[in-house]
């Protein structure tokens, strides 16, 4: 969440508090008290102490339907805690501020989500629409943005995730991390700052200080509902468009999906999970595996996309299921090692046909090179390999034109082909493979980039070249 600035006493307040907080969490985690049965675990003690900090917090800004729902999830969590009995008369003093509060907020109820239109004398409303006019400011109004907040009504569920409609045309992106994305990930009860760039849009209207777009923002969610919503930004404005208050889906409205991994052959699954994504969608819920697989119970029917969970030693490709209400959909996911490939690369600019530079470089499956030592003033990705698959893997041009060279011509001697496609191709590879990649300078007078990549050897991860004898 955004922080909001305090008067200096509140400031007092929080560190004093803080600091009893963390006295009390000491005694509690490094000399607990024995835990009779039906006693509180000194993690559910802390866990209290963080949840009644969460629910302080969104008093203190003004957030009176965050805090509704981190006041539920608290009285259903660790209303059994002595945490929560030790300060339970503060607690019913916020209770009461925060129900006296809440019913002054004109709520739209709907079956996905409560709609809760923008609050802008809040604290939190005030900080969000001071960032949004930065980011116009910033881009000297050539750019809109649009503020819309999105609370998960069960934050301990999943991550919240939303993603632009591009089956609608639309026009818009979502403003995170400094740029714009088609996808943005956030904390349940943060602003998504929703923006259309206006540098060259309607030139015949360019001067027209109410040119706008209107676009579907799509929220994704495995335990809540999916939920679309229609914004509009303005050229030049930032708008305020309001909260969504996402809800979770209820068990009986919900299905099941089992997923099995099979491993490629000598390949052990430790410390393995799967991961589940809403199809259109970046982040998603990982579980571990037990025995090759696990159970992603009580989520929403539709599309999904699921997979093993990536790390150093082995991933796996995506595999779609659709999940149906009161059913356990089953679905088997592959695991391949990673791999570890070995190549040549000769790179040029070509209005010095002749000095070419080369050298070799080592990559994993699944990750990009970005040569910024080894090729001057190249400061980008520009090739990347994706999962192994099967026998396989797929070479793929990140910033510029990648094309497939089949010749018997030693690589040392190649020069570049006059036949060069462009084209955003991506390919197998196999040991022996050679690849040409282009793009354009930065001043067209200046030419191209090119290079030469022959694929080396492929190496699977954990699994050495055979020493070689005296004889070899």
């Given at each position: ?7 200096k ?7 004093i ?53 981190v ?24 209770a ?10 004109k ?16 604290k939190?409303w005030k ?13 000297q ?16 569920l999943?991550?919240?995730?939303a ?14 991390g ?5 996808v ?6 943060e ?6 760039e ?11 200080k ?8 799509i929220?994704?969610?495995i ?17 305020a ?32 999970g799967a ?22 119970s ?7 996309s699921v997979?093993i ?29 990673h ?10 600019r070509?209005k010095?046909?002749?000095k ?31 999962d ?6 797929r ?9 497939y ?7 040392e001697e ?16 196999k040991?022996?493979?050679?690849f ?14 090119e290079?030469?990549i ?15 004898s005296?004889?070899?």
């Amino acid at each position: 969440m955004i922080s909001c600035n305090h008067d200096k006493s509140n400031n007092l307040f929080k560190v004093i508090r803080n600091f009893l907080f963390a006295a009390l969490f000491i005694a509690g985690v490094f000399f607990p008290k024995p835990c009779l049965a039906g006693q509180s675990t000194p993690e559910e003690e802390y866990k209290a102490q963080k949840k009644f900090l969460q629910l302080q917090s969104s008093v203190d800004d003004e957030d009176y339907m965050k805090a509704q729902l981190v006041l539920s999830s608290f009285k259903r969590d660790f209303s059994d805690t002595n945490f929560y009995k030790m300060y339970s008369k503060r607690i019913n003093e916020l209770a009461k501020k925060i129900e006296k509060n809440a019913k002054k907020i004109k709520v739209e109820d709907k079956i996905e989500y409560l709609f809760v239109p923008p609050r802008l004398k809040t604290k939190l409303w005030k900080e969000y629409m001071s960032r949004a006019e930065r980011i116009v400011s910033e881009r000297q109004g050539k750019i809109g943005v649009t503020v819309l907040r999105v609370i998960f009504e069960d934050e301990s569920l999943e991550l919240p995730s939303a993603r632009v409609d591009r089956n609608s045309n639309n026009e818009l992106n979502i403003y995170s991390g400094g740029g714009y994305s088609s996808v943005g990930t956030f904390q349940s009860g943060e602003a998504v700052f929703v923006g259309s760039e206006f540098w060259n849009y309607r030139v015949s209207d360019s001067n027209d200080k109410d040119v706008s777009v209107i676009g579907d923002i799509i929220i994704g969610g495995i335990c809540h509902y999916p939920t679309k919503l229609k914004i509009e930004v303005q050229k030049g404005k930032a708008i305020a468009f309001g909260e969504v208050i996402v809800r979770s889906i209820p068990k009986e409205y919900c299905g099941n999906l089992m997923v099995k991994v099979e491993a490629e052959e000598g390949l052990k699954l430790m410390n393995a999970g799967a991961t589940l994504k809403v199809s259109g969608f970046y982040s998603g819920k990982t579980i571990p595996l037990k025995d090759n697989s696990c159970l992603f119970s009580s989520i929403g029917p539709g599309s999904y996309s699921v997979e093993i969970a990536s790390n150093d030693a082995f991933g796996g490709p995506g595999q779609s299921a659709v999940v149906v209400l009161g059913q356990t959909t089953e679905v088997t996911v592959k695991a391949y090692r990673h791999r570890m490939i070995e190549f040549d690369w000769r790179f040029r600019r070509s209005k010095e046909p002749d000095k070419w530079l080369s050298g070799r470089k080592i990559m994993k499956t699944k990750e990009y090179w970005q040569p910024d030592e080894e090729w001057p003033d190249v400061h980008y990705p520009v090739v990347a390999f994706g999962d192994w698959i099967g026998d396989t893997c797929r070479i793929r041009s990140s910033n510029g034109y990648l094309m497939y060279v089949g010749t018997d011509e030693p690589f040392e001697e190649m020069d570049f082909p006059l036949s060069f496609s462009r084209s955003f191709c991506d390919y197998p590879i196999k040991e022996g493979d050679v690849f040409a990649w282009r793009r354009d300078e930065r001043e067209p007078k200046e030419g191209f980039l090119e290079a030469l990549i022959r694929i080396g050897k492929i190496t699977p991860v954990g699994i050495p070249d055979a020493p070689k004898s005296p004889a070899q």
